[in-house]
């Protein structure tokens, strides 16, 4: 009998399709609450920015929870591995440079999800940026520093 790890079965039928829309989402080792400071948050958001820039992906709606980040983005170029691979290698340095530590900061694997074209994208949206509100984290969206979409 094969025996895959988690990270593994993540992987199983995962296809990378340029210009197709997904969510990705992926968990901090152990799921340690390292964005509750907010700062070290900002760091993981400005590598969305980056993989902006750089044409990999477009980014349409995202929030850095304490342990998780959810990112909603169309895929420009290149493989949804590729761009969670380097998002989580370049936010790892980043947030070990500014705090000296020397850790993994992201458990392996991440989830993603292909949406069709004619899902509500400002719903799903706004269901992303407010998972602060359903965690009780703040009282208002507008209390809460880690998250953007291009609708709100």
Known sequence: MLNLSASNR???????????????????????PVFSDFALGRLVASQFSVAEEMG???TLAWVVMPDHFHWLIELKRGSL???????KSLSTKAVNLSTGRQASLWQSGFHDRA?????????????IVANPLRAGLVKKLGDYPLWDAIWV
């Open 10 to 32: 993540l992987r199983i039928g995962r296809y990378s399709e340029h210009n197709r829309i997904y969510l990705l989402t992926t968990n901090t080792a152990g799921r340690q």
């Open 115 to 127: 949406l069709r074209r004619e899902e509500d994208l400002v719903k799903l949206a706004r269901y």
């Open 56 to 58: 990999i992906a477009s």
């Open 81 to 87: 591995g590729e761009l969670m691979q380097r998002t």
